[in-house]
């Protein structure tokens, strides 16, 4: 039986795409990132033809400690995804309660929510980021926490095991541009190049940086085909434990087994920060 840990494809039972994913170069300068003009952004990136596993063949016990990600049935009551009273209203709680679920955490704070329209017919959703990128740096998250709750508060809960997952909806099937991620056990600190952020050239940085990733040929990546809106993919962007999976790298891309009628994908994604009640006492540099 394989190890879920590390989930390898065989020459014999293999399924899945090879596909280009856009990885960072690296530079002098790590450039910008504009989240809405990402045709706009500085930073350099190479594409790789990349073996990208189909997660359910063969069925593994996937899960985010031991790999960084799995996959949730968890059916949802919103009718419409682009309406904010639903969404602050019904699916923020469906979320906490999922997170929660799944990580076994004691309490979970939503931080961010996006919808992404690959059609481009919509103004107030972005498309699918097409390259392998991780989000946030930790002191980013932790500026969030700090955001929604006041420094002395926030920094309470930090002192504790503390996590950032991303929990990814379709709101309708996915027939083309799946969400690729890349094995967090298949990652390393030193893979991840940090850039400023920005919405659009000309305007003021976030105070937030960003995770662009580097390839390496050690990288292990997976996606689960025929995603349908009543699942959801939860995925880790950081856990302070340094003993278990980590960082998910992640990115959509272009599948070569779409149909050419395939539609265009709508999906969703929020991110939250998840708090254990536990003393953070996994760290390398615990006392």
């Known amino acids: 039986m394989s190890d879920p840990q590390r989930e390898t494809p065989t ?5 899945g795409a090879v596909a280009e994913i856009r990885y960072a170069c690296p530079t002098p300068e790590p450039g910008i990132v504009y989240a809405l003009a990402l045709e706009h952004s500085t930073c350099r990136f190479e594409g790789h033809a990349t073996r990208i596993t189909d997660a359910r063949h063969p069925a593994a016990a996937w899960s985010l400690d031991a790999n960084g990600f799995e996959l949730a049935h968890a059916p949802s009551d919103v009718a ?15 979320v906490e309660r999922l997170v929660r679920r799944v990580t076994g955490a004691q309490r979970a704070l939503i931080y961010s929510f996006m919808v992404r329209d690959d059609s481009g017919q919509r103004k107030d959703t972005r498309r699918a980021a097409r390259t392998a990128h991780l989000d946030y740096t930790e002191d980013s998250l932790r500026l969030f926490g700090r955001q929604l709750l006041g420094t002395e508060a926030a920094d309470a ?14 709101i309708r099937p996915v027939e083309k541009t799946p ?13 991840f190049i940090d850039v400023a952020m920005g919405y659009r050239p000309g305007e003021a940085l976030q ?3 960003g995770r ?9 990546w997976y996606y689960f085909s025929g995603m349908q809106p009543s699942e959801a993919l939860v995925f880790k962007l950081h856990d302070s434990r340094e003993d278990v999976a980590r960082y998910t790298p992640h990115s959509a891309f272009d599948d070569p087994h779409a149909s050419p009628d395939a539609r265009w994908r709508i999906s969703c994604e929020t991110r939250v920060l998840v708090f254990y009640g536990d003393p953070d006492t996994h760290r390398t540099d615990a006392g």
């Open 11 to 15: 020459s014999t039972a293999w399924r």
């Open 80 to 94: 419409d995804f682009l309406d904010m009273a639903q969404i602050e209203g019904i699916y923020y709680p469906e």
């Open 157 to 170: 809960l930090f002192r504790q095991r503390w996590a950032a997952i991303n929990v990814w909806r379709p």
């Open 179 to 191: 969400l690729a991620l890349c094995h967090a056990r298949t990652v390393g600190e030193g893979d």
């Open 207 to 209: 105070p937030y940086v």
């Open 212 to 220: 662009n990733l580097k390839w390496s040929p050690r990288q292990d």
